[in-house]
Structures are given as structure tokens and as C-alpha cells.
């Protein structure tokens, strides 16, 4: 069974700091998706990262992909209080009906303290 | 990207009913997804919508609790049926533009069953 594993899974952290948050996967997949979610609201696509070594940065946030190591990162740098939110992590991957389905991990709560 | 929007936004049901959520898309989308999102977890696929045939359900959803309809290319529904207390989720419809491309997240319905 695919499993997508978010560490840590609860962050606080000062406004002005950095911060890297990991995103591992236990299976093949070329495709990794960062969203973000605030409190009642829907899901927000950050970052779509498609193949190995893909580096993405807007803003305050920078994501990458390392498929040999099925691992992906997302570094916060200069934290400011707007970043406040759960952060999802999520692999697109093969079903075994041939169909394409995201596979999510936990998320990460993520809060910024001025 | 696509627009879609979700009806109702929320809703509290009585144990024992059925609720149908609607999920509409302002263009025509190859993929169709409905995902749940118990307090506080991840989000878990409940089933892919397939236009013109039956849903693909995932491991653990069956389409006699969750059956979904999709007649045409920018419409779906998921019916919650039976409800229980356990049913208590945010039911989020996502659409993606083709094989592999990025999903985008309604604003979710909310569902509370006393």
C-alpha cells in the first residue's frame, strides 16, 4: 500500500525563521503536488512538481522533488504570520484499474508567531 | 485552471437520510474526483467519476453508501446515503484537466449528521 508520510506533521515557529518540511513516499511516481489548506476553506495548489530534480519557488516557499529518493521538500524561508496553514503533500500514481488517483499525506499544521 | 463550485456548502443531516452533493465545473474536464476529509485528517478518494459510466471506487467506498452520477463533462454528484454520525466529513469534488495534470479542489461541502 502507497504511503505518503509529512514530517513533522505539527510545526510553530517564529516569524523570521526558516524552516525545511519533508515529504516521503513509498512508491515509484514522477509527480508530486504541494497544497495548502487554511482552516474551513478548500485546498490551494502551490506547487507541481513533475520530475526529478524539479525545483519550484514563489514566493516565501520553495519546493523540490528527488524521485530516487522519493523524497520532497518544501523550505520556508523569512516565515511570515500569512503562511499560517496545513500544508498537503501528495503523489499522483497508477491504480490498478489503469486510472491516475493523488494519494495524500497527512499534512502539516503549520503556525507562524510574530 | 477550472472553477467549480460545490452545493450546498454545508449541511446538517438527521441519521438515517440522504444527501446529494453537487459539483459543477465552468469547463469540460476529463477528470472527475470526489475526495472526504474527515475533522482534522487527510483527505481520502472515494471514487473517480467517470463521464457516460460507473464510478471507480476506491478500497473501502462502495457505490450503494456513495453512489455518483456524472452525465456530462462539467457536472457530478456524490449521494451520501444512509447517513451516520460517522458520515460527519467535508466532501470535496476535483476535477483535472487530463491525464496526469494537476487537480483543482472545490470549496467543499461540509456535512454534519446528528
Known amino acids: 500500500e502507497l504511503k505518503v508520510e509529512q514530517n513533522p506533521l505539527f510545526l510553530s515557529m517564529q516569524e523570521g525563521k526558516n524552516y525545511t518540511i519533508y515529504c516521503n513516499y513509498s512508491?515509484?511516481?514522477?509527480?508530486l503536488y504541494w497544497y495548502r489548506q487554511d482552516p474551513g476553506k478548500s485546498l490551494e495548489s502551490l506547487f507541481v512538481?513533475?520530475?526529478?530534480?524539479a525545483v519550484k519557488q514563489e514566493g516565501r516557499l520553495m519546493a523540490s522533488l528527488d524521485t530516487k529518493a522519493r523524497l520532497s521538500t518544501l523550505h520556508i524561508t523569512a516565515a511570515v504570520h500569512d503562511l499560517s496553514a496545513t500544508y498537503f503533500c501528495?503523489?499522483?500514481?497508477?491504480?490498478?484499474?489503469?486510472?491516475?488517483?493523488?494519494?495524500f499525506g497527512k499534512g502539516m499544521k503549520l503556525t507562524v508567531n510574530p | 485552471s477550472a472553477v467549480i463550485s460545490q452545493k450546498p456548502s454545508r449541511d446538517i443531516c438527521q441519521r438515517g437520510t440522504s444527501l446529494t452533493i453537487q459539483c459543477q465545473v465552468d469547463?469540460?474536464?476529463?477528470?472527475m474526483f470526489w475526495y472526504r476529509q474527515q475533522p482534522g485528517q487527510s483527505l481520502t478518494l472515494i471514487a473517480t467519476?467517470?463521464?457516460?459510466?460507473?464510478?471507480?471506487?476506491e478500497s473501502g467506498f462502495v457505490i450503494d453508501k456513495f453512489p455518483i452520477s456524472r452525465p456530462n463533462l462539467t457536472f457530478s454528484t456524490l449521494t451520501v446515503s444512509n447517513m451516520s454520525p460517522e458520515d460527519s466529513s467535508i466532501y470535496l469534488c476535483?476535477?483535472?484537466?487530463?491525464?496526469?495534470?494537476?487537480?483543482?479542489f472545490g470549496p467543499g461541502t461540509r456535512l454534519t449528521v446528528t
Open positions: 467519476a467517470n463521464q457516460g459510466s460507473e464510478a471507480t471506487y
Open positions: 501528495a503523489v499522483d500514481v497508477l491504480t490498478q484499474g489503469g486510472s491516475e488517483k493523488l494519494v
Open positions: 512508491t515509484t511516481s514522477d509527480r
Open positions: 476535483s476535477v483535472g484537466t487530463g491525464p496526469w495534470e494537476e487537480q483543482y
Open positions: 512538481l513533475l520530475s526529478n530534480g
Open positions: 469547463s469540460q474536464v476529463t477528470m
